[in-house]
């Protein structure tokens, strides 16, 4: 990619070939040649710029940074912002801003019961803290796909028959209305309503009949102990997912369903360095993950072949091999007209439906709770966690009438 500087508002790319979703990819934003030139990606963490002296252009500019707590586990830390005047939407209505870091989210969930923060984030929300009718929910969907991902790699998984009965073997209705918040369901690799989505073109639907006469028409026959064989080996697999609340109710309506199918899951919850050390080496026989999708269509790091080997942090977590939906990948993100892109993405989805690859489930939400309103929060669908900031220069507390009174 050739890059130049037309004039002082102006950068041009010129790209070898066409990409239609570069734009999108264009989301971290510049960042000063004076300050960072010389400072190589790995030492970029521990650089001033990434700790006490950041400099930017958001609405809001650092003030300072307060350290409590002597050890790791006893650490907290405040970072206090301040309302930049110069900032290209105008300056914010907030006179300050402050983040607050937390070691755990128990502490996270006391500092919010005794008001010391506005606003925070939990994976699940507590029961005392639902039931306090000062506090708003806010639920942003992201525009993200929690999907369980069938490892062709791994042995169970690699008939068609199998992942494909799985699929329609799963209720993910019943998945849906099990969960806290509404959302929309995820049946194929592009999200409802995406540039080049088809209702046609999706996931089987549940029909547990059908998954059962095709697993027995596969040489897959349910034994006394209940659980389906093939030639002396069992059809049992491992699903590993995350250890939050909500997944764990997902995995385990996945497993009743599945046994009920004569297969036996045994399902593996993990969090923080481990599950990020079984996702990277693809240490699965299944996965239950989310992936960020965003604005466009291109989902070629998670299906295309080239994406497979997880020695280079390749995010097809499925393994997944098509010629066919190679090609289709290729073409759709190599077409800027959105019409001729949608018809090049149908051989990709078509591929997609036959070889069922994953189990599509439902698109996660952000849930963001304050207390009481605040003017400007816009809960519309997000790429990511911190996009709930996009309209932060707008966000008021409260709006009032200021009177001197006699002393």
Known sequence: IKIAAVDDQTVTFTLPNVLSSFPYHMTNGLIPEHILK?????????HPFNTLQPVGAGPFAWQKLEIAGETPETREEQIALRPFERYHAGKPKLSSFVIHAFH????????????????????????????????????????????????QGSPVFAEAQVRKALVQGANTESILASLDYPTRPVRSPLLLGQLGYDKTLTQPAYD??????????????????????????????????????????????LQEDWKRLGVQVEVRHAGGAELQRVVATHDYDALLYGTSIGVDPDVFVYWHSSQIDPRTNRLNFAEYNSKVADEGLEAGRTRNDPGLRAVKYRSFLQAWQRDTPALGL???????????????????????????YNTVHDWQIRQAPVTNMPR
């Open 208 to 253: 547990p009949a059908a998954a059962g006469a095709s697993l027995e028409a596969a040489g897959w026959k349910v034994g006394s102990d209940g659980i389906r064989a093939k030639a002396g080996k069992s059809l049992r697999f491992t699903l590993w997912a995350s250890d939050t609340p909500e997944i764990k109710t997902v995995t385990q309506k």
């Open 362 to 388: 439902y698109q996660p939400r952000y849930t963001y709770l304050t207390y009481g309103s605040v003017f400007g929060l816009s809960t519309k669908t997000i790429n990511q966690d911190t996009d709930r």
């Open 104 to 151: 755990d989210a128990d502490r996270l969930k006391r500092s919010f019961e005794r008001h010391e923060l506005t606003a925070a984030y939990f994976e699940s929300v507590p029961e005392r803290i639902a039931a306090d009718d000062n506090v708003v929910t806010n639920n942003f969907m992201l525009s993200a796909a929690n999907m369980v991902f069938f490892r």
């Open 38 to 46: 010389d400072v190589q990606p790995h030492e970029l963490r521990a």
